[in-house]
C-alpha cells in the first residue's frame, strides 16, 4: 500500500476526504466507518447495482412511480395580494406570488404526536416548587414552558370548556412555539430562504435547543416579494418614489399574514376549538388542543407580526408607550406604563383605514389613514392571529416574547460597546487607547469548551461578530476597559459594565427562582440608573464621533444610492453621534421579569434555537440545482423525514453506533463513558426499553 497508510482500504478512505470536496470534514468520514461500513448488517455485495438516483427515487415515489404522499407533507400553492390603486374608479390590481410551500399544522401535529419522540412529551403543566432544607421556606421556580403560569392557565381555560357530545377522553395541549427568521444561503449570490419552524413545548427545552434532535418542524418557506412587482407598482398613475415605496412595504405586509391566513386554515381553527383525536406514540388516543404560546423572530419581524410601524412612534409590539419615554428605563412610571398601555387590536380602526386605501383611492401613509389609525403605530393589515385566534384567547402581541440575542447581545449591549469605543476615539490619545484595548482582548486566555474564545482579530473592528463574540466582549469588559479613561469616568464606565454584566447573567439564568427574579428586577433598576447617569455625566462630556467602520459604510451607502439616484452630496467627514437611550431593544429590557415569569426562562425560546435549525438548510442547499430553491429545500426536508419514520418503523436506530456501556457494568451505581464519541441517542433508548419501568 502507498506510505504511510497501513492498508489499501484506509488509503482509498483518506485520498476520498481528500478529493477537494468541502462537504467531507473529519467527523463525516468518522461516522461513514464506524455507522455504515463497521455495521454487522453492511455487505459490499449490496452495492454492485448501487444508483443514487434509484435510491433517492424509491424514497419519493412507490412501485408504480407515483409519489408516496404522507398527510403532513409539503403543499405548494399561490398566494394573491390586492394593490391599491390610488383611484375610487379603478377597483384593486390583484398580483399573484407563486411557490408559498407549506405543511398543514393539524397534520404536523398529528405526527409529532404519533411520533416516538412524543414519548418524552409533557403532557400535563405542573408547578416546580423548591424547599429549602434549611429554614422549610417553598419557593416557585421557572423554568420549561410546561411549568409555566402560561400554560397552567391554558390547561385550566382548557378543562373548563365544555366536552364534544360523546367524547371522555383526555383533554392535553400541543404548545406550539413558532420561531420565523430569513436567511441567507450562500456566502456569496443571492440566494435566501425565509423558513418557519415550529417547536413543540411538551419536550423539554434541553432536546429542542439542539439542532439535532430531531425536534425541529419545518412547516413553511414565505415567500418574498418579487422584483417585478416594483413595474406593476412603477406603473400607477400619479406616484411619486415616496409612495412607491411606501406601497412596496404596505405589499410586503399584506403578503406575510396573507400567508398566515393560508396557514391559519379552518382545520386548524376548528382543531384549536374543539381539538384534535389522535393516537399518541403510548397507544392512549387523546383529544389534543393546540395552542400558540409564543412566536421569536428579530424585531423587524415582529413589526410584521403585530402589524405596527418599523421603528414608529409606538415601536414596541407589546405595549403602546410612546419612543419618546423609553429614557425612563426602570423607573416607576415606566413599570407601571407597561401593565397599564398593553396593546390591544384596533380591528375596526384598521377595516376603516383599508377602506379608505381600497375603495376611496387615499394613499397607504396619507394623513386620512394615519388619523384613522390613531396613536399606536398601527399599519392597515388585517392582522391574522388577532382576526382568527383573538376570540379563542390568544393575545397576538404578548407572544412575542423578548429575544436575548438579538436584542441584547446584538442589540443593547452592542450598541453600548460601540459608544464606548466612540468615546476612547474622542480622547486625546484615541487611537493609542483603542490599540491597548485590542492588545488587552488579544491576551485573554481562553476558558473552558466554547466558554470563552480566543480574541484573534481587532475586536474594536467588530469583524463578522456573533452574538457569541459580543457574550464573550462582555464576560471579560470590566478589566479590559480598566483605566482606559479618566479616573472621573473609569469608575462610572466600571459600575456600568459591571451591572451590565450582571444583568445579562441573571435573564440568562436556565433555572429562576422567586428570589433570582427578584434580583434580576432589583439589578434592571440599577443598571437602568447607571445607564441614564452614563448618558447625562459620561456621554455629554465628550464630543463623539461615528466610528471608521460607521463612516465607510454610510460613505458606501451613499455611493450605492447615488448611483441610482440623484441625491444631494454630503460631507467626507465623521458625523456627531450621541448614545441613544430611546430605542426598543433597550425598553424590551423591562420585560424579562414578566415575560421569564410568565413563559419561563429565557432559553426555551431564544432565537438562537431558530438560528441553530438554519444549519440544516444551509447544508440542504448545496444539493440543490439552485432553481427554486424553497422546493428544492422542502423535498430534501422531507426525504430526511421519511428516513427517520423508516428508521423508526424497522427499529432501526438512525445511529448505528453501539452503545458504549459494558453490559457488566449494568450493575453498578453509575456509568461515566471515558470521551464522548459513542453518545447514546436518547429517544432510541427509550423505545428499545419500552417496558423497562426504570425508564
Not at 191 to 220: D, E, I, M, Q
Not at 338 to 361: D, H, M, S
Not at 583 to 610: L, N
Not at 631 to 651: C, D, I, Y
Amino acid at each position: 500500500p502507498p506510505y504511510p497508510f497501513p492498508n489499501m482500504t484506509i488509503y482509498r478512505l483518506m485520498s476520498w476526504m481528500n478529493s477537494g470536496t468541502t462537504r467531507v470534514s473529519e467527523t463525516k468520514v468518522a461516522a461513514l466507518v464506524k455507522d455504515v461500513i463497521l455495521a454487522e448488517d453492511f455487505d459490499r455485495e449490496h452495492l454492485q447495482q448501487f444508483s443514487v438516483k434509484q435510491s433517492l427515487r424509491a424514497l419519493d415515489q412507490d412501485d408504480t412511480g407515483k409519489r408516496i404522499n404522507f398527510p403532513d407533507d409539503w403543499i405548494e400553492t399561490s398566494v394573491t395580494i390586492n394593490i391599491p390603486t390610488k383611484s375610487k374608479e379603478d377597483p384593486p390590481t390583484p398580483y399573484t406570488i407563486p411557490g408559498f410551500h407549506y405543511r398543514p399544522l393539524v397534520e404536523v401535529i398529528r405526527a409529532a404526536f404519533a411520533d416516538a419522540q412524543a414519548r418524552a412529551f409533557h403532557l400535563s403543566p405542573f408547578k416546580r416548587l423548591w424547599k429549602d432544607p434549611l429554614d422549610g421556606h417553598q419557593e416557585r421556580m421557572y423554568d420549561e414552558l410546561y411549568t409555566s403560569d402560561a400554560w397552567l392557565e391554558a390547561q385550566d381555560d382548557l378543562q373548563k370548556l365544555p366536552k364534544v357530545s360523546g367524547c371522555s377522553l383526555e383533554r392535553v395541549v400541543a404548545g406550539l412555539m413558532f420561531f420565523s427568521d430569513a436567511t441567507h444561503l450562500a456566502n456569496f449570490g443571492t440566494a435566501k430562504a425565509w423558513p418557519l419552524y415550529v417547536y413543540f413545548g411538551n419536550l423539554t427545552k434541553y432536546l429542542r435547543s439542539s439542532p439535532t434532535s430531531g425536534s425541529c418542524h419545518l412547516v413553511g418557506f414565505l415567500p418574498s416579494l418579487p422584483d417585478r412587482i416594483k413595474d406593476v407598482i412603477s406603473g400607477l398613475p400619479r406616484i411619486s418614489k415616496t409612495g412607491m415605496a411606501s406601497l412596496h412595504t404596505h405589499c410586503r405586509r399584506e403578503l406575510f399574514h396573507v400567508c398566515w391566513e393560508v396557514l391559519l386554515d379552518t382545520e386548524f381553527l376548528y382543531a384549536y376549538r374543539h381539538g384534535i383525536v389522535t393516537k399518541c406514540a403510548d397507544g392512549i388516543m387523546r383529544r389534543v388542543y393546540p395552542r400558540i404560546f409564543t412566536y421569536s423572530a428579530d424585531y423587524p419581524e415582529k413589526a410584521l407580526i403585530a402589524t405596527i410601524k418599523d421603528m414608529g412612534s409606538c415601536p414596541c409590539p407589546r405595549c403602546l408607550m410612546p419612543k419618546g419615554f423609553f429614557s425612563n428605563l426602570g423607573l416607576a412610571k415606566d413599570m407601571n406604563s407597561r401593565l397599564t398601555n398593553l396593546r390591544v387590536y384596533v380591528t375596526t380602526k384598521v377595516v376603516k383605514a383599508r377602506e379608505f386605501i381600497y375603495a376611496f383611492g387615499n394613499t397607504v401613509d396619507g394623513a386620512k389613514v394615519e388619523d384613522t389609525l390613531g396613536e399606536g403605530s398601527w399599519v392597515p393589515i388585517l392582522n391574522q392571529f388577532a382576526e382568527k385566534l383573538g376570540r379563542l384567547g390568544l393575545n397576538p402581541f404578548r407572544m412575542l416574547v423578548v429575544d436575548l440575542m438579538h436584542e441584547c447581545e446584538l442589540g443593547t449591549w452592542k450598541a453600548l460597546f460601540t459608544h464606548l469605543l466612540r468615546l476612547l476615539y474622542a480622547l486625546p490619545e484615541g487611537l493609542q487607547l483603542v490599540a491597548t484595548l485590542d492588545e488587552r482582548f488579544r491576551q485573554v486566555p481562553t476558558y473552558g469548551s466554547g466558554v470563552i474564545r480566543r480574541f484573534a482579530n481587532n475586536t474594536s473592528e467588530m469583524k463578522k461578530l456573533a452574538a457569541r463574540d459580543f457574550e464573550d466582549i462582555l464576560q471579560c469588559a470590566i478589566p479590559i476597559f480598566e483605566g482606559l479613561f479618566p479616573t472621573v469616568h473609569d469608575a462610572a464606565v466600571q459600575s456600568l459594565l459591571y451591572r451590565f454584566a450582571e444583568w445579562h447573567a441573571l435573564a440568562k439564568l436556565r433555572l429562576h427562582s422567586e428570589s433570582t427574579l427578584a434580583f434580576l428586577g432589583e439589578t434592571f433598576k440599577k443598571l437602568s440608573q447607571k445607564l441614564r447617569k452614563f448618558r447625562t455625566d459620561t456621554c455629554d462630556a465628550f464630543a463623539t464621533q461615528e466610528l471608521p467602520k460607521e463612516k465607510a459604510a454610510r460613505q458606501k451607502r451613499f455611493a450605492q444610492r447615488s448611483e441610482t439616484h440623484e441625491v444631494p452630496p454630503e460631507s467626507t467627514g465623521p458625523r456627531a453621534k450621541k448614545f441613544n437611550l430611546n430605542t426598543y431593544k433597550f425598553h424590551a429590557m423591562g420585560d424579562y421579569v414578566a415575560t421569564i415569569r410568565f413563559f419561563g426562562t429565557t432559553d426555551s425560546f431564544t432565537t438562537q434555537i431558530g438560528e441553530l435549525a438554519h444549519r440544516a438548510l444551509k447544508a440542504f442547499y448545496p444539493l440543490t440545482n439552485k432553481l427554486d430553491t424553497p422546493a428544492q429545500l422542502a423535498k430534501h426536508e422531507r426525504r430526511r423525514r421519511v428516513l427517520r419514520r423508516v428508521a423508526e418503523a424497522s427499529g432501526v436506530s438512525a445511529s448505528i453506533s453501539q452503545s458504549p456501556v459494558d453490559p457488566t457494568s449494568l450493575d453498578k451505581h453509575h456509568y461515566i463513558a471515558c470521551s464522548r464519541n459513542n453518545p447514546v441517542a436518547l429517544f432510541t433508548l427509550l423505545r428499545e426499553h419500552d417496558d423497562d419501568p426504570a425508564l
